[in-house]
């Protein structure tokens, strides 16, 4: 896509006024780093706290009689169930069980509030009105803006500004009203630390971010890092952990299929889903460590001896533990940890060993 092609946003001024980098990604111009480059921004977050700009996910409103069932008809969380103010994480399904989208659900006081992603907006928001029943509503949110505050000093900064919203617990949320300008807080993330998203109104979110910014304990984060705290957290990206070939057995999300809907089916792709929960899936998603310091990306071949068994899907240098780690998809014989790997990079194979995931201790408040 030219540049001229893609799409700015609320932020874009901001961002290139502070340094950023501006890189196509999921049809938008986008800082993958500042001035002082991913690993320094890196280690920030893990130790204070960064601001990312995650505008380009997409949020919605679903609202209406028959809102939660119609829900549980996409997904197989139980949202029927769901408390007010508190989070899901779910996954939007094809009728075999394939993943179109992973995403948040929130049940708020009059709606559903859904966090999809930016590369699949259109489609999710597509697939949804397809199968709209009489007395939803579906609505697309392009007039709000998302910030992600992530670290171990988030909680202190936002209080500061947002008297309240430290006692938020891991997946709970609410509105917030900070000079007159009403937000949506969710305390959650996605780099394995303590923090917040917050939905602003566009026309807010620079003066937002800039009081933000002001803080010494905010630095502006870029993809760059985003990707490699999401990585050592062992959190899937969709489009490269997740497809529409990926069950969520498969990528070891069983955890986003409720209890009851475990007992009760009725989402896509239910009866091989709910199979390859009780009996087993032919292949799973593993972590991978490596003896040396080369970094591994994706694509590259999984072997057991000479044998190929599966696919790196992320990979990289891990800042925080200090050598290289990936995620991969192996044939299920071969994914037990401690399982003893080889992983070919330029014609050569490299030492690999399958391990637990997170790589990072993860720092959730719960």
């Known amino acids: 896509m030219a540049d001229a092609d893609l799409l700015t946003l609320p932020l874009d001024g901001l961002h290139r006024a502070l340094g950023g980098r501006m890189v196509p990604f999921a049809g938008y111009a986008m800082p993958v780093q500042f001035a002082e480059g991913v690993m320094a921004e890196h280690l920030w977050t893990r130790e204070h706290a960064g601001l990312f700009d995650v505008s380009h996910m997409g949020q919605l409103t679903v609202a209406g009689e028959g809102a939660a069932a119609w829900l549980e008809s996409l997904m197989p969380g139980d949202f029927l169930g769901l408390a007010e103010n508190a989070l899901r994480y779910s996954l939007l399904l094809t009728d075999a069980g394939g993943i179109i989208d992973d995403l948040m659900v929130t049940r708020r006081a009059d709606d559903f509030y859904l966090v999809v992603?930016?590369?699949?907006?259109?489609?999710?928001?597509?697939?949804?009105?397809?199968?709209?029943?009489?007395?939803?509503?579906?609505?697309?949110?392009?007039?709000?803006?998302?910030?992600?505050?992530?670290?171990?000093?988030?909680?202190?900064?936002?209080?500061?500004?947002?008297?309240?919203?430290?006692?938020?617990?891991?997946?709970?949320?609410?509105?917030?009203?900070?000079?007159?300008?009403?937000?949506?807080?969710?305390?959650?993330?996605?780099?394995?630390?303590?923090?917040?998203?917050?939905?602003?109104?566009?026309?807010?979110?620079?003066?937002?971010?800039?009081?933000?910014?002001?803080?010494?304990?905010?630095?502006?984060?870029?993809?760059?890092?985003?990707?490699?705290?999401?990585?050592?957290?062992?959190?899937?990206?969709?489009?490269?952990?997740?497809?529409?070939?990926?069950?969520?057995?498969?990528?070891?999300?069983?955890?986003?299929?409720?209890?009851?809907?475990?007992?009760?089916?009725?989402?896509?792709?239910?009866?091989?889903?709910?199979?390859?929960?009780?009996?087993?899936?032919?292949?799973?998603?593993?972590?991978?460590?490596?003896?040396?310091?080369?970094?591994?990306?994706?694509?590259?071949?999984?072997?057991?001896?000479?044998?190929?068994?599966?696919?790196?899907?992320?990979?990289?240098?891990?800042?925080?533990?200090?050598?290289?780690?990936?995620?991969?998809?192996?044939?299920?014989a071969h994914a037990a940890d401690g399982t003893a790997l080889a992983v070919e990079v330029r014609g050569r194979r490299l030492p690999a060993t399958a391990a637990p995931m997170p790589f990072w201790q993860k720092n959730y408040v719960r």
């Not at 310091?293 to 044998?307: C, S, T, Y």
Request: net charge neutral; charged share 20%; glycine share 14%.
């Open 117 to 332: 992603n930016g590369a699949t907006k259109a489609g999710d928001i597509a697939h949804m009105q397809a199968r709209l029943p009489a007395g939803v509503t579906l609505t697309p949110r392009p007039d709000l803006a998302l910030l992600a505050l992530q670290g171990p000093a988030a909680a202190a900064v936002l209080e500061a500004m947002l008297p309240g919203v430290a006692a938020l617990k891991f997946m709970r949320s609410g509105g917030f009203d900070w000079r007159g300008v009403p937000l949506w807080v969710s305390r959650s993330g996605y780099t394995g630390e303590d923090g917040f998203e917050i939905s602003v109104p566009a026309g807010s979110v620079e003066a937002l971010a800039q009081a933000l910014l002001a803080h010494s304990e905010v630095k502006p984060i870029g993809l760059g890092a985003r990707d490699s705290l999401r990585l050592e957290a062992g959190l899937p990206l969709y489009g490269h952990d997740l497809s529409p070939e990926t069950t969520p057995v498969e990528a070891g999300l069983s955890f986003a299929i409720s209890k009851r809907r475990k007992a009760e089916g009725g989402f896509p792709g239910a009866a091989p889903v709910l199979d390859q929960l009780f009996n087993g899936a032919p292949r799973k998603r593993i972590g991978l460590r490596f003896e040396g310091k080369q970094p591994v990306r994706e694509g590259a071949a999984i072997f057991a001896g000479d044998a190929p068994v599966g696919v790196v899907t992320s990979g990289g240098f891990a800042p925080s533990v200090g050598a290289p780690v990936a995620m991969g998809y192996v044939e299920s």
